[in-house]
């Protein structure tokens, strides 16, 4: 038997709709009645209607027109239309009728038999096309949902989408819930589409159970009440790793079929890799920032007649952890410094710095020039990194004369800054891991009251400006390094330099020599 359907009746002779409405009640669908074509206009303009049983001779409209006008509407261009008459019989009469619109054509004397199964094959058919529209509106929602997790960088921000996303997708209420190290446990609640998320710090009381116990899977179920809304619900509890918290999806069970099961289990299953993969991401740059700040300088060596100053930031939380680092040491009545950048933004950038680092000081332990240094550091890594670049810039000064060697490779040119005119020191060769010849150097005396400032890339790049706009831009904002308190300088350079959301770590190191007397 069919489901019961909201039909409407249109005919202006009150005995024919009389019998027709009976037959249609005795089979348990719910009938209105309209005795003209604008009554039965206005009726479907006001009401969800699955099927209109329509006279052709009426009064005003005719039911040809009338059902042209079902058709043309899109809220009523689904709905199916059976015309019904006792004059418009001849073959013309059932070729216009449905050339115009309407699905079915019965010529009186009715039978009742062949009215309710013309009925319900129509509703068969109007309801599998709902179906499908349904879902396929559906389908594309979660589509649009997935790329929109996928593409949030931090779990409030994830969670967020998510429980918008799942709002329009179901057309209603929506609840997700998820947990990372870093926030906790975060739930957001969304009324329906287009409404205002509701985040709140912790698990709802009825997100409490695992069906999973622990495993990795995807688990669908219904509750009697959900988190923050009367009523049953089903809840989708997905994990892609073991171990985690899950992820939780709640949604009203009002009007839940099989189709919306599948989606809500794909949407879980999506939501729960998306979570994953930002935990995943958020514990390698932790470990990577833990790795890169471990091989910084913990504290720097004092030098008689000069001042130093570092700086180290990292990139901002949605951004990769780089591979940027500096270096400071006293040998035999010099100052030596360093500062680079391997390339990449992964942990395996953390620990190629890790390992450069560590042959720069076996190098510089041996007492070799700068140019000698980066000649060896190039062949250490064609030799043992050959799939890695790196830039850096080293340089040694002569503590008592300020007499100053510096061999480049590939890195930022440093900024000579003296009686606020400052002055790029050029002379750069290819990047570390490029096999041609890297001793080359560049001699110069830092003179009394005079600076140097070396930086990372990080501090000087930025989208929709080139390098060189970056170093004139550096160039404009050391002019005052030579006066006041040098660590308030590097505050204010990284503030003046960094502002906003930064993809790339940043290191600065500042050497100036005090002015005699």
């Not at 052709?56 to 199916?80: N, Q």
């Not at 570390?432 to 009394?448: I, K, N, Q, S």
Request: proline residues 6%; contains cysteine.
């Amino acid at each position: 038997m069919t489901e019961p359907a909201d039909i409407l009746v249109v005919d202006d002779t009150p005995s024919k709709r009389y019998v027709i409405t009976s037959w249609l009640r005795r089979d348990g669908h719910r009938v209105t009645e309209a005795a003209t074509g604008t009554e039965a206009l206005d009726l479907l303009a006001r009401r969800e209607v699955e099927l209109v049983v329509l006279d052709v001779r009426l009064p005003d409209i005719d039911g040809f027109e009338v059902a042209e006008r079902i058709k043309t509407d899109p809220r009523t261009s689904a709905v199916p239309v059976i015309h019904i008459s006792a004059t418009a019989v001849h073959v013309v009469d059932r070729t216009q009728g449905l050339t115009r619109g309407a699905d079915a054509y019965l010529a009186e004397p009715i039978d009742p038999d062949e009215l309710l199964a013309t009925v319900r094959a129509m509703l068969r058919y109007y309801r599998a096309r709902r179906r499908a529209e349904r879902l396929a509106g559906r389908l594309t929602r979660l589509v649009e949902t997935t790329a929109a997790v996928n593409a949030a960088t931090t779990l409030p921000e994830l969670l967020r989408r998510a429980a918008e996303g799942t709002a329009r997708v179901f057309d209603g209420p929506a609840a997700v819930a998820a947990a990372s190290a870093p926030t906790g446990a975060i739930a957001v609640q969304v009324d329906g589409p287009g409404g205002e998320p509701h985040a709140r710090p912790a698990w709802p009381d009825r997100f409490a159970e695992d069906p999973l116990d622990g495993a990795v899977g995807t688990e669908l179920f219904r509750q009697e009440s959900g988190p923050w809304w009367p009523g049953a619900v089903w809840r989708v509890v997905a994990r892609a790793k073991a171990g985690r918290e899950p992820l939780h999806i709640a949604v009203p069970a009002v009007g839940f079929g099989d189709d919306d099961a599948d989606v809500l289990r794909q949407l879980g299953q999506a939501t729960a890799l998306a979570v994953e993969a930002l935990r995943s991401y958020d514990e390698e740059r932790r470990t990577a920032l833990t790795l890169q700040r471990s091989m910084l300088p913990a504290s720097l060596p004092v030098f008689p007649g000069y001042e130093i100053a570092v700086r180290y930031q990292p990139a901002s939380d949605h951004a990769s952890v780089g591979g940027d680092f500096y270096e400071v040491v006293a040998v035999e009545g010099h100052l030596v410094a360093a500062i680079g950048d391997v390339a990449g933004h992964s942990l395996r950038a953390a620990t190629i710095m890790a390992e450069v680092r560590h042959a720069l000081r076996a190098y510089l332990a041996e007492g070799h020039a700068p140019g000698t240094t980066m000649d060896r550091l190039n062949r250490m890594m064609l030799r043992f990194l050959p799939d890695e670049i790196a830039t850096m810039c080293l340089l040694r000064i002569d503590l008592a004369t300020g007499e100053a060697h510096l061999a480049n490779a590939g890195h930022p040119p440093p900024v000579r800054v003296l009686d606020g005119r400052p002055e790029l020191v050029e002379g750069r060769v290819a990047l570390l891991g490029v096999a041609v010849p890297h001793d080359a150097e560049v001699a110069f005396t830092l003179a009394p009251g005079e600076a140097l400032v070396l930086v990372t890339d990080g501090l000087i790049e930025a989208r929709g400006h080139s390098i060189n706009e970056g170093l004139q831009r550096l160039c404009d904002a050391v002019a005052g390094v030579g006066e006041g308190d040098l660590e308030a300088f590097c505050d204010e350079l990284l503030a003046t330099l960094s502002a906003g959301t930064r993809d790339d770590d940043v290191a600065l190191l500042v050497i100036r020599r005090v002015t005699s007397g």
